[in-house]
């Protein structure tokens, strides 16, 4: 009786075997590396340490503006953090998006949208544009929350070597709704500067 389960064992592993690929070649896996935006964060803040940049972060809340530079990593950090924290790697996250593709055959861009099928997740969207060489260009995240006693608004658009955007508008009941805008500006500095 063993010999026969063992021949039956055999013979379905035999059949459920997955074809090989012709030539040798490897199967293609989907890169997914553009969503893990908190290892891209770090290695952009280290790119940003190594070459000279000049940071200005302009703050705006309720209207009154306030401009700084940013000279330390602790500031950059800071600054990323929002995007970091809109990183849709995660395993818990695997099935919580539905996923656009849109190629740019021209340019050789790729633009991944990222929409939640409807759960509570943050972000609700993510946009990401990445080169012919796999770099991001651009990320937009948006996030929103709304019931009888807090609403909350989150944009975050991020332009590499130019700008990131953090956007948020928050208003809890009995209180007045506060808006705040941050806005960083990269400027690469050159020899000649």
């Not at 803040?45 to 940049?53: L, Q």
């Not at 972060?57 to 990323?80: C, H, M, W, Y």
């Not at 260009?137 to 909350?152: C, D, F, G, L, R």
């Amino acid at each position: 009786m063993r010999i026969v389960f063992a021949g039956l064992f055999a013979l379905l592993m035999t059949g459920c075997r997955l074809p090989e690929p012709k030539g040798g070649a490897p199967v293609a896996v989907r890169d997914h590396s553009y969503r893990a935006l908190g290892n891209y964060c770090w290695d952009e803040i280290a790119r940003m340490r190594k070459s000279p940049f000049q940071i200005t972060k302009t703050i705006r809340l309720n209207g009154q503006t306030v401009s700084a530079p940013v000279k330390d990593s602790a500031g950059l950090e800071a600054l990323f953090r929002p995007l970091m924290d809109a990183d849709i790697s995660r395993p818990s996250l695997a099935d919580a998006y539905d996923i656009d593709t849109i190629p740019n055959h021209f340019s050789g861009d790729t633009t991944f949208i990222h929409r939640t099928r409807g759960k509570q997740t943050w972000p609700a969207q993510l946009i990401v544009e990445i080169d012919s060489s796999r770099r991001i260009k651009s990320v937009q995240a948006s996030s929103h929350t709304k019931n009888p006693v807090y609403e909350y608004r989150q944009e975050i658009v991020y332009e590499r070597d130019r700008q990131l955007s953090i956007s948020s508008h928050q208003k809890i009941i009995f209180m007045k709704a506060e808006n705040m805008e941050t806005i960083a500006q990269f400027r690469p500095l050159t020899a000649q500067q």
